[in-house]
């Protein structure tokens, strides 16, 4: 019994330890988020973490699964099964951001609540290395893919995924001998509609776009600069870049604060000399 309480208080000061930071501590101690507010209205919300560090990915993970979890609770309870706003979850670097608990299950249903997710990966490989036999669930409840570039076993899906076309295939023949004979064979073949050194060797501004119900489409990645919105980023203008740590410093000290600079509060002064001085 010692022993099995003890491995079962490493086990948990291990699984805890990323508690002991006063950061993380002061990120969960206040709800400040409101996840299950954001189909109300047009809302961003910016998740940022470290793609080499995966020390805190469980918090990304939990936050994910809890926002999806609360969005389809109140779509049910309060929308009648459709959330007012369209949310997007564009989930970029989605194989570094740790698993989101039961995620092949809650793609499949969704759809239904007004919610969409973009899950974005290096390979596809990497979708299978994190969850198994559920990958495949995942891909298939995804209506579009869009192939930006890749080689090996992504280009041998792709390839595969696009399927074949049909080609007309004619063989000229000729015998010579005593006599002259000519033969004329035609015939129809199937063909890969990309094979894999077409896809590995595309060109990079160039992309493939698979939706369901319709052909592939083969097309020109869009000039993101060309985007009537672009001066707006920070790759168009760095003072349009948001400073992370600012933003928390001045929350901080926001929280520190019993009083805020300009609100107005009564000042009361005891004087307990008198009672001092009776005992």
Sequence with gaps: AGKTRSSILISCGARLAPFDIREVRELMEDDEMELDTIGDEKTILFLIMSDTDTTFNFILAMLQSQLINLLCDRADDKYGGRLPVHVRLILDEFANIGQIPNFDKLIATIRSREISASIILQSQSQLKAIYKDAA???????????????????????????????????????????????????????????????????????????????????????????????????????????????????????????????????LYEIDLSDENAAE
């Design 136 to 266: 495949e669930i995942i891909s298939d409840n995804c209506d579009s893919v869009l192939f930006l570039s890749g080689r090996g076993k992504n280009a041998k899906e792709i390839s595969d995924a696009l399927g074949k076309e049909t080609i007309d295939s004619f063989n000229i023949s000729e015998n010579r001998g005593s006599q002259t004979s000519h033969g004329l064979n035609y015939q129809k073949l199937g063909k890969a509609l990309m094979s894999e050194d077409e896809i590995a060797i595309m060109d990079g501004g160039r992309c493939i776009l698979q939706l369901r119900g319709v052909r592939p489409f083969f097309s020109e990645k869009f000039d993101i600069t060309k985007h009537p919105h672009y001066k707006y980023l920070a790759d168009a203008d760095k003072k349009n870049a948001f400073d992370v740590d600012k933003f928390l410093s001045t929350l901080r000290r926001k929280r520190q604060q019993v009083v805020a600079q300009d609100e107005s509060f009564d």
